[in-house]
Antibody, heavy 113, light 112 residues
Framework: EIQLQESGPGLVKPSQSLSLTCSVT?????????WSWIRKFPGNKMEWMGY???????NYNPSLKSRISITRDTSKNQFFLQLNSVTTEDTATYYC??????WGQGVMVTVSS | DVVLTQTPVAQPVTLGDQASISCRSS???????????LEWYLQKPGQSPQLLIY???NRFSGVPDRFIGSGSGSDFTLKISRVEPEDLGVYYC?????????FGAGTKLELK
């Protein structure tokens, strides 16, 4: 059974970088599928942020412009989110997912000084 | 970006009733490969979203047959027959036909 688990700091200061890790067990991230980051803002709004494919190619939401980077460590079966120059508008619960079929539990990140 | 408009925003229901949620897209969701990548998710309180329906009308593994997805082009519907307590939460439609992928604003299924 596949499991995904997000981890990272729950509090980030404005203008700094947000870095999250998604640890995957039960499936090898190079075997198939796209591996996404999605966030849910306070309220109900959901936003797809981007993905890294099983082959290592990436696809990002243009709304995040040059602030986002998704990378991976295949030896640890993990993939990562880095979001630069954060503002309070980036306060959200962040989820990782395997092609939207399987999701992590989410990690709440607050951007505040 | 493709805008998905979900209605209603909230749907009060009585257990055992049928519920219906609409999702309309600002443009056709038919991909150049002929598939329509319109999906439905349910987020229960305190949980992460779970996939219910993919490619308009296909139930994901383990999803009860009381969940029925339908529609085509830019007009889609999720029907839930005989609502049960575990069906309560926020429903989202989602499209993966056009970049960037986008979600509807959500419909809260709640008890009357």
């Amino acid at each position: 059974e596949i499991q995904l688990q997000e981890s990272g700091p729950g509090l980030v200061k404005p203008s700094q970088s947000l870095s999250l890790t998604c640890s995957v067990t039960g499936y090898t991230i190079t075997s198939g599928y796209d591996w996404s980051w999605i966030r849910k803002f306070p309220g109900n709004k959901m936003e797809w942020m981007g993905y890294i494919s099983y082959s290592g190619s990436t696809n990002y939401n243009p709304s995040l412009k040059s602030r986002i980077s998704i990378t991976r460590d295949t030896s640890k079966n993990q993939f990562f989110l880095q979001l630069n120059s954060v503002t309070t508008e980036d306060t959200a619960t962040y989820y990782c997912a395997r092609s939207f079929m399987d999701w992590g539990q989410g990690v709440m990140v607050t951007v505040s000084s | 970006d493709v805008v998905l408009t979900q209605t209603p925003v909230a749907q009060p229901v009585t257990l055992g009733d049928q519920a219906s949620i609409s999702c309309r897209s600002s443009q056709s969701l038919v991909h150049s490969n002929g598939n329509t990548y319109l999906e439905w998710y349910l987020q229960k309180p305190g949980q992460s979203p779970q996939l219910l329906i993919y490619k308009v009308s296909n139930r994901f593994s383990g999803v009860p047959d009381r969940f029925i997805g339908s529609g085509s082009g830019s007009d889609f519907t999720l029907k839930i027959s005989r609502v049960e307590p575990e069906d309560l939460g926020v429903y989202y439609c989602f499209q993966a036909t056009h970049d960037p992928y986008t979600f509807g604003a959500g419909t809260k299924l709640e008890l009357k």
